[in-house]
């Protein structure tokens, strides 16, 4: 049972570089999200879906794309990497609108 | 005012102590209340959620106040294994894109440490 299964576990990105992190789930949620989080700033949400084919803007979209081909893949787009997008990346996905999110183990990500 | 606060501690607590922590949120439209669980460099997991007539799962038990918006966990009992950090999580009516929709918020954590 893999839950949230996200790739690559770190990264070193130049300035200007893109990037996509994958995230997958085996559980058939149909929410996914994707979280940042940082030093003193806590969890923020980036982008999420409530569905395949339905994605939306979260607290901190720029910088960011997603997609949502299939109920099991979320993949977010790093379009130009800067140095601000350092940071631990988590994908999570959940059952419900009221659930709980289960979480992957997450990208450490540094733009140098 | 900030939608989830948390006191970010830390709690440094003695092995066997009885620990608590508190959270408040602003949104009283909020319909559902998680704690989780943070470890060093790793994911957050759910511990557990919070219903309004409270629960208790082993040591480990989480009481809701909608009326104050105020949600608590307590730690009996405290194992070495319990540091961590601990977040509160409320799914709250957010404005996103010009559109409404419930998100789960989580505050910013509680550490804990437990000494030998």
């Known amino acids: 049972n893999a839950g949230v299964t996200q790739t690559p576990k770190f990264q070193v990105l130049k300035t200007g570089q893109s990037m996509t992190l994958q995230c997958a789930q085996d559980?058939?949620?149909?929410?996914m999200s994707w979280y940042r989080q940082d030093p003193g700033m806590g969890l923020r949400l980036i982008h999420y879906?409530?569905?395949?084919?339905?994605?939306d803007q979260g607290e901190v979209p720029n910088g960011y794309n997603v997609s949502r081909s299939t109920t099991e893949d979320f993949p977010l787009r790093l379009l130009s990497a800067a140095p601000s997008q350092t940071s631990v990346y988590f994908c999570a996905s959940k059952q419900g609108v009221f659930y709980g999110y289960t979480f992957g183990s997450g990208t450490r990500l540094t733009v140098v | 005012r900030k939608e989830v606060e948390q006191d970010p501690g830390p709690f440094n607590v003695p092995e066997g102590a009885t620990v608590a922590f508190n959270c408040t949120y602003s949104n009283s439209a909020s319909q559902s209340f998680f704690w989780y669980r943070q470890d060093c460099r790793k994911e957050p997991k759910l511990l557990m959620s919070?219903?309004?007539s409270g629960n208790e799962d082993g040591r480990f038990t989480a009481q809701l106040n909608r009326a104050s918006q105020y949600i608590s966990l307590l730690i009996r009992d405290s194992k070495l294994s319990d540091s961590a950090t601990y977040l509160c999580?409320?799914?709250?009516?957010?404005?996103?894109?010009?559109?409404?929709?419930?998100?789960?918020?989580f505050g910013k954590g509680t550490k804990l440490s437990v000494i030998p």
């Open positions: 999580v409320v799914n709250i009516l957010t404005i996103l894109a010009g559109a409404g929709s419930y998100q789960l918020t």
């Open positions: 919070v219903y309004s």
């Open positions: 559980m058939n949620h149909e929410y």
């Open positions: 879906s409530v569905g395949a084919g339905i994605t």
